[in-house]
């Protein structure tokens, strides 16, 4: 057990919709990642969120967007859903200065029709 | 930009038997962290082996050891007396300012 949970474990949204995904870090840690994971590949970089500002993004465009609270918790929405967003969607959190060790939760996968 | 390279999409070994996985990255980077990634069939992404760039001792975690040659930018997973439940997709995984950059990954079966 990583103490980093998701949530819901699974989604089903259609084409444009609009959706949101939940992750309880663990506690004490004030950076939370977000990954996307298609179908037989490795998790790629969406952004990082520090003491609630974004720390940094990978290549994925203003409609994937997030919130980190004070409590350690963070939200992924993700607007105008496509059909390329069915993925596995992964929670990392860390703690700076911890050798950049970053501990997953289950993930949430989500399937648009 | 770093990329990560795992050249072996699958592998099989059979059960107490000793198994390595290969990677190999790329970056300009001086002072950065790799790591190894398992996720069984669960999806649950389980932190394996971590290597620090900056020490040359190897990391070793129980039966999991790496082979980090950092000229040749290489960083190998062994494992020893392989055991069912080490059955998983493995991921390497590169950190540089806290963004983890994951290879492709290799689906490693351990045989009864």
């Known amino acids: 057990e990583t103490g980093v949970t998701q949530s819901p474990t699974h989604l089903i949204k259609t084409r444009g919709q609009q959706v949101t995904l939940r992750c309880s870090s663990q506690s004490g840690h004030n950076t939370v990642s977000w990954y996307q994971q298609a179908l037989g590949q490795g998790p790629q970089f969406i952004f990082q969120?520090?003491?609630?500002?974004?720390?940094g993004r990978g290549n994925f465009p203003p409609r994937f967007s997030g919130l980190q609270f004070p409590n350690y918790s963070s939200e992924l929405n993700v607007n105008a859903l496509e059909l390329d967003d069915s993925a596995l969607y992964l929670c990392?959190?860390?703690?700076?200065?911890?050798?950049?060790?970053?501990?997953f939760g289950p993930g949430t996968r989500l399937l648009v029709l | 930009a770093q990329t990560v390279t795992q050249s072996q999409p699958e592998m099989s070994v059979q059960e107490a038997e000793t198994v390595t996985l290969s990677c190999t990255y790329d970056?300009?980077?001086?002072?950065?962290?790799l790591f190894w990634y398992k996720q069984p069939p669960s999806r649950q992404m389980i932190l394996v082996i971590r290597?620090?760039?900056?020490?040359?001792q190897n990391a070793t975690e129980n039966r999991f050891s790496v082979n980090f040659q950092k000229a040749a930018k290489s960083f190998s997973l062994k494992i020893s007396d392989s055991q069912l439940g080490d059955t998983a997709m493995y991921f390497c995984a590169f950190v540089w300012a806290r963004q983890l950059t994951f290879g492709s990954g290799t689906q490693l079966t351990v045989l009864p």
């Open positions: 990392a959190s860390s703690l700076v200065g911890e050798k950049e060790t970053q501990y």
């Open positions: 290597q620090e760039a900056y020490k040359q």
């Open positions: 970056t300009s980077e001086n002072n950065y962290y």
């Open positions: 969120y520090y003491r609630e500002e974004e720390n």
